[in-house]
């Protein structure tokens, strides 16, 4: 089993910024990929941004694309979205996740195989 703990989110003014941690403890994967993810109350989840295990491959949803930078720890933990120049969309949690795997492509949820609670994020305009 793998836990995952997320936290950093709040309240926001737009254009504003906010960095997300997640802190992984158990048997984590020795070989994987962390994503965030973020839904929005009616909407789909929507895969925001992914990273490899070694922390050098990276990929990013269009939306969030040279605004969010997803990294890790120099000791792989925790794993981080630094969301710069947020915009005053629909309150939305942000949820970390991992699975086993190689690259850091932007998977379907169900492909993740440990979830975090989620933390909330909202912006205002």
């Known amino acids: 089993q793998v836990q995952l703990v997320e936290s950093g989110g709040g309240l926001v003014q737009a254009g504003g910024s906010l960095r997300l941690s997640c802190a992984a403890s158990?048997?984590?994967?020795?070989?994987?990929?962390m994503g965030w993810f973020r839904q929005a109350p009616g909407k789909e989840r929507e895969s925001v941004a992914a990273i490899d295990y070694s922390g050098r491959s990276t990929n990013y949803a269009d939306s969030v694309k040279g605004r969010f930078t997803i990294s890790l720890d120099n000791a792989k933990n925790p794993v981080y979205l630094q969301m710069n120049s947020l915009k005053p969309e629909a309150p939305a949690v942000y949820y970390c996740?991992?699975?086993?795997?190689?690259?850091?492509?932007?998977?379907?949820?169900?492909?993740?195989?440990?979830w975090g609670q989620g933390t909330q994020v909202t912006v205002s305009s």
């Open positions: 158990g048997r984590t994967f020795s070989i994987y990929v």
């Open positions: 996740a991992t699975r086993r795997g190689v690259r850091a492509s932007l998977r379907a949820g169900d492909e993740y195989d440990y």
